[in-house]
């Protein structure tokens, strides 16, 4: 594979900033392969997203970040500079549903995840020969009713002890505390149906084939301390019709829940959801 350096930037929206970022990237022999621009006219803030040859560069990461960060200063830049041979650490979650996590496990053995999965929590022990199987640690941690810190507690400890870039909630069916959410902010993705709030809580496909539904979905978002509302990185949907059973609605959500997390991922791992608010910009 190419070796890249990203570039990404959110900062104020004003004139020259493309010019200033291209400059200086030439001026230091880079060879620029990938750039997206974004400008949001409502909120005037602008983002962009570089993928650069290292080699062209001719220096290590490191070196290229302390050169760039006087423009950063200059144009009040949030930004990452981040090189492609770092691979990102992914931890995994999951309780009893398996499509999302073997998907995953799936696409990351057939190298289309870029990353290292570190580990793979679970509350249930259900997994542990498959995920044992791809030579990946598997770590049960049950959660009692009566005793949820300690369980998350020890979920934070295995997470920091795998050095995690990222954690992945692939039907892992429990709320993750506060503190936790604010650890990864921004790092930790879910995956759930997009029936809520309309079909909240137990048998959702059987309430909205009882209501009739036309259209069911999946969302991939940032996990935030407010259930299931934190930034959106990606959807998509199904169109079923009166002939579907609930069966059908299940089978359908699955396949599309498994899609929608995966591209959500790898989007991530290649840098292009930059995070506005509570909303996203995703240079897929």
């Not at 799936?106 to 990353?115: I, K, P, S, V």
């Not at 259900?126 to 941690?141: F, K, Q, S, T």
């Not at 959801?273 to 240079?283: E, Q, S």
């Amino acid at each position: 594979m190419s070796h890249y350096y990203r570039l990404v930037v959110s900062c104020p929206d004003r004139l020259g900033i493309v010019a200033r970022v291209s400059n200086f990237i030439a001026g230091h022999g880079g060879s620029i392969t990938e750039a997206s621009q974004h400008s949001d006219l409502e909120g005037g803030r602008f983002f962009m997203r570089y993928e650069i040859l290292a080699d062209s560069v001719g220096m290590p990461p490191e070196a290229l970040r302390e050169a760039f960060a006087p423009i950063a200063e200059e144009f009040d830049m949030t930004w990452a500079l981040t090189d492609t041979r770092q691979r990102r650490r992914v931890v995994l979650m999951v309780s009893r549903e398996t499509h999302c996590l073997v998907d995953l496990l799936y696409r990351w053995t057939a190298g289309e995840l870029d990353c290292d999965i570190a580990g793979v929590i679970s509350n249930h022990e259900d997994m542990r020969g498959l995920v044992e199987w791809h030579g990946i640690p598997y770590h049960h941690v049950p959660v009692k009713a009566d005793d949820k810190p300690s369980a998350f507690a020890e979920v934070e400890r295995l997470v920091e002890e795998a050095r995690a870039d990222c954690v992945v909630l692939a039907r892992y069916m429990q709320i993750m505390p506060p503190a936790l959410c604010e650890s990864f902010q921004g790092r930790m993705i879910n995956i759930h149906h997009s029936f809520l709030p309309s079909f909240a809580g137990a048998r959702p496909y059987h309430q909205a084939h009882q209501r009739g539904v036309k259209l069911i979905g999946a969302t991939c978002h940032y996990v935030t301390e407010e259930l299931d509302a934190g930034p959106i990185i990606e959807q998509d949907i199904h169109r079923v019709s009166h002939c579907h059973t609930p069966a059908d609605l299940v089978r359908f959500g699955r396949d599309v829940e498994k899609a929608v997390l995966a591209r959500g991922l790898r989007w991530h791992l290649e840098d292009r959801v930059l995070i506005h608010g509570n909303k996203t910009v995703v240079f897929a």
